[in-house]
């Protein structure tokens, strides 16, 4: 049974940074593809970012602001986020992707096997 447990959410200002962690285990960790993804009060679950054993991408609307990177040898993987904004606010969840499949199912939270409880992020204006 995999377990994913997500840290480092909390209250930052706008143009702040934060490091979201999430830790894994009950797997052979760098074996998968991990995700994040968001969602917050009356919207659906939003892809973020993703990364596998040779790739990473993040959504368009976050380039260049939030970084997915990973440390196997801790069973942990990072999202950086940074020029934080309002609309950044959600709670924000890690998943674990058992299946390769290809780059473009990366984004589909539906694709994801298993789910961390998320932490929440608010950034205030």
């Known amino acids: 049974q995999v377990q994913l447990v997500e840290s480092g959410g909390g209250l930052v200002q706008a143009g702040g940074s934060l490091r979201l962690s999430c830790a894994a285990s009950g797997r052979t960790f760098s074996r998968y593809a991990m995700g994040w993804f968001r969602q917050a009060p009356g919207k659906e679950r939003e892809f973020v970012a993703a990364i596998s054993w040779s790739a990473s991408f993040a959504a368009d609307s976050m380039k260049g602001r939030f970084t997915i990177s990973r440390e196997n040898a801790k069973n942990t993987v990072f999202l950086q986020m940074n020029s934080l904004k309002p609309e950044d606010t959600a709670v924000y969840y890690c998943?674990?992707?058992?299946?390769?499949?290809?780059?473009?199912?990366?984004?589909?939270?539906?694709?994801?096997?298993?789910w961390g409880q998320g932490t929440q992020v608010t950034v205030s204006s």
């Open positions: 998943a674990l992707k058992m299946s390769p499949g290809t780059i473009a199912t990366w984004r589909l939270a539906d694709e994801y096997d298993y």
